[in-house]
């Protein structure tokens, strides 16, 4: 199989000091936690993106406030990975989860985070990454994303 670049947007949403977490069903990643996120589609723009995907996996409207940064990185099925990471606050909708993709949420601190098996997070490495990003507050203006 030949791999390939995949883009792919992900946002942390906070709430009281706590990061919605979201367990994946999609075969190959059934059981993982992770943020919402998935892949960009052609033409469209990562922002929106970032915001089309929060609203099909959990029913909730955010507003993008900042991003973490862009990791780069090889995922399981050996294409290499561009994530973008956004964080989030939530302005509208009410928590219904895609059913087909997600199995279970749950808001957490983002030190009980970083304590979680790698196994139990989808790409483990680069969530713990991006946590202790958000501990660290080490946020840039969404104005550094140019569209």
């Not at 052609?42 to 900042?66: C, D, Q």
């Given at each position: 199989m030949?791999?390939h670049f995949?883009?792919?947007a992900s ?6 000091g706590?990061?919605?977490?979201i367990?994946?069903?999609k075969?190959?990643?059934?059981g993982?936690?992770n943020?919402p996120?998935?892949k ?19 029913g909730?409207v ?12 090889i ?16 302005i ?10 997600i199995?279970d ?30 501990i ?9 994303v140019?569209e």
């Amino acid at each position: 199989m030949t791999p390939h670049f995949v883009l792919v947007a992900s946002v942390s949403i906070v709430r009281h000091g706590e990061l919605l977490m979201i367990e994946e069903k999609k075969l190959g990643e059934a059981g993982q936690w992770n943020f919402p996120s998935g892949k960009v589609e052609y033409g469209e723009p990562i922002l929106g993106a970032a915001l089309r995907e929060v609203k099909e996996e959990t029913g909730m409207v955010v507003k993008l406030t900042s991003t973490t940064g862009v990791y780069n990185f090889i995922s399981p099925t050996n294409d290499q990975v561009i994530l973008f990471h956004f964080m989030g606050e939530i302005i509208g909708g009410s928590l219904q989860l895609e059913e087909e993709c997600i199995t279970d949420y749950k808001w957490t601190k983002p030190n009980h985070l970083l304590e979680m098996d790698l196994s139990r997070l989808r790409n483990g490495q680069i969530l713990k990454q991006i946590t202790e990003n958000i501990i660290k507050e080490q946020f840039y203006p969404l104005s550094i994303v140019y569209e």
